[in-house]
């Protein structure tokens, strides 16, 4: 398992921007597929988006396609989530996840396909 910490929320405006980090501890990094899930105040966490190993493959949710970009750093032992056009709906604490991965063709996009997450931050969108 792989120790995560994420930070970069905040609160922003609608129509704003914010870009969360997820730094992540150990030396084998890029053997982790990672993810970015989110939970608002009285519902179930939900995925947000995923990406592989190397980062060449990615994945979103529908609600969030088009707007969030998910990249990673492998040098800096780091996931990105760059949010942009952020609406009050996107209002809920965001957190990184990571599986390891045997291959770089695996994304996980279930809560249950993750074994290590980190803590949260928290992202407030104000109408």
């Known amino acids: 398992q792989v120790q995560l910490l994420e930070s970069g929320g905040g609160l922003v405006q609608a129509g704003g921007s914010l870009r969360l980090s997820c730094a992540a501890t150990?030396?084998?990094?890029?053997?982790?597929?990672m993810g970015w899930f989110r939970q608002a105040p009285g519902k179930e966490r939900e995925f947000v988006a995923a990406?592989?190993?190397?980062?060449?493959?990615?994945f979103y949710a529908d609600s969030v396609k088009g707007r969030i970009n998910i990249s990673r750093d492998n040098a800096k032992n780091t996931v990105y989530l760059q949010m942009n056009n952020l609406r009050p709906e996107d209002t809920a604490v965001y957190y990184c996840?990571?599986?390891?991965?045997?291959?770089?063709?695996?994304?996980?996009?279930?809560?249950?396909?993750?074994?290590?997450w980190g803590q949260g931050t928290q992202v407030t969108v104000s109408s």
């Open positions: 150990g030396r084998t990094f890029n053997n982790y597929a």
């Open positions: 990406i592989s190993r190397s980062g060449g493959s990615t």
């Open positions: 996840a990571a599986n390891r991965a045997y291959s770089d063709s695996y994304l996980f996009i279930r809560r249950v396909q993750y074994d290590s």
